[in-house]
């Protein structure tokens, strides 16, 4: 399974505040870049029978925060797309990179679950997957193999980071 792993550091604006509550799919619009509610669905951390973050307990989102989670991944992406395109470049040169390697946000649906770590930090693993299945929004997916169609990430939000960038292995 081809993994990546990376850190770095992003700023981000605040937006207005309002609160998310768990295990239910976003109806309203909210203020995201490049997103639509219906796209993100928000899990309990309690609810979801993997414990990714140790000592952590369960903690809701609220609109600045969403805004914030969008914004970290949309960097994270972009970042990881430009590696791809520079290993592209520079290791196989008479070759244009497989634009199908690339992500494009766009075509994502993301399970958010959010936690407060054992420092009281605000942290977000974010699941993402171009193949949807019916039961996205109130269930934890779980999936082998399927390629950058299936790609995780876990965001900090009080540090502004993201880390453990998991895209999936093709079988």
Same mark, same amino acid.
């Given at each position: 399974?081809? =993994?990546? &792993?990376?850190? $770095? ?14 295990? =239910?799919? $976003?109806?309203? #619009? ?5 997103? =639509?509610?219906? @796209?993100?669905?928000? $899990?309990?951390? *309690? ?6 973050? #140790?000592?952590?307990?369960?903690? #809701?989102?609220? @609109?600045?925060? &969403?805004? !914030? ?5 949309? @960097?994270?992406?972009?970042? *990881? ?17 497989? !634009?199908?390697? &690339?992500? *494009? ?10 936690? &407060?770590? %054992?420092?009281?930090? %605000?942290?977000? /693993?974010?699941?993402?997957?171009? %193949? +949807? #299945? ?6 934890? +997916?779980?999936?082998? *193999? ?10 900090? $939000? =009080?540090?502004?980071? /993201? ?9």
């Amino acid at each position: 399974m081809g =993994t990546g &792993l990376l850190v $770095l550091a992003a700023a981000c604006q605040p937006e207005e505040t309002t609160t998310v509550t768990k295990n =239910t799919p $976003l109806k309203a #619009p909210l203020p995201w870049e490049n997103v =639509t509610a219906s @796209a993100t669905a928000v $899990l309990s951390y *309690d609810s979801i029978g993997y414990k990714v973050f #140790p000592d952590a307990r369960a903690a #809701p989102l609220n @609109a600045q925060e &969403l805004g !914030q989670v969008e914004r970290l991944l949309a @960097a994270c992406i972009n970042t *990881d797309n430009q590696q791809r395109r520079r290993l592209s470049q520079s290791r196989f040169a008479r070759e244009s990179i497989d !634009q199908g390697l &690339l992500i *494009d946000l766009r075509n994502y649906n993301r399970q958010l679950i959010p936690v &407060l770590n %054992k420092q009281g930090e %605000k942290e977000v /693993w974010v699941r993402c997957f171009c %193949k +949807v #299945p019916p039961y996205w929004r109130t269930r934890f +997916v779980i999936v082998m *193999d399927g390629g950058n169609c299936y790609f995780s990430v876990k965001l900090n $939000l =009080t540090r502004n980071r /993201w880390y453990e960038l998991m895209i999936n292995g093709e079988a």
